[in-house]
């Protein structure tokens, strides 16, 4: 078990996805119009990124499928799976950094206020809280009744 550095108090441990270059392709995510994979198998995908799990798994939508051979074709969504990606390209206009640590800032901001919500007992179970901040009650037909 890694030991704890001075000052660190953490109820959960970092997530690889900000110890990684997962925290820079997750920083992608619809945020970028258009960003280019680059598969092993010499295949490049030219699409919006609209998912990419902890993985690294990624899932593209409007997307153009452009082999080594130069045939092309077009695919609503497209599922590429972690082991074939050689690399992901953003056009030059896109700040990264700023995209990276905009993202850090909201799952800090996330992980805090869950860590909160343990902490005070609120959350743990049944209640969850919904879009507007609204509480939802799961699972017991006596609480939805309340």
């Known amino acids: 078990m890694p030991k704890k550095k001075k000052g660190q108090n953490s109820l959960l441990p970092i997530p690889i996805g900000e110890r990684s270059l997962l925290c820079y392709v997750q920083s992608l995510v619809r945020k970028v119009p258009v960003v280019v ?4 198998d010499d295949v490049v995908v030219r699409g919006c990124l609209i998912e990419c799990d902890e993985s690294m798994n990624v899932t593209l939508e409007n997307c153009e499928v452009v082999t ?3 045939e092309t074709k077009r695919h609503e969504k497209l599922f590429v799976k972690n082991r074939t990606v050689r690399g992901i390209h953003v056009p030059r206009r896109f700040r990264t950094c700023e995209l990276i640590e905009t993202m850090r800032e909201e799952t800090f901001q996330a992980r805090t206020f869950y860590q909160r919500q343990l902490v005070r ?3 743990a179970g049944k209640e969850r809280l919904a879009k507007g901040g609204t509480t939802t009650t799961f699972g017991n037909a006596d609480a939805d009744a309340e």
């Open 37 to 40: 994979v680059e598969c092993r």
């Open 68 to 70: 080594i051979d130069g």
């Open 121 to 123: 007992g609120k959350h």
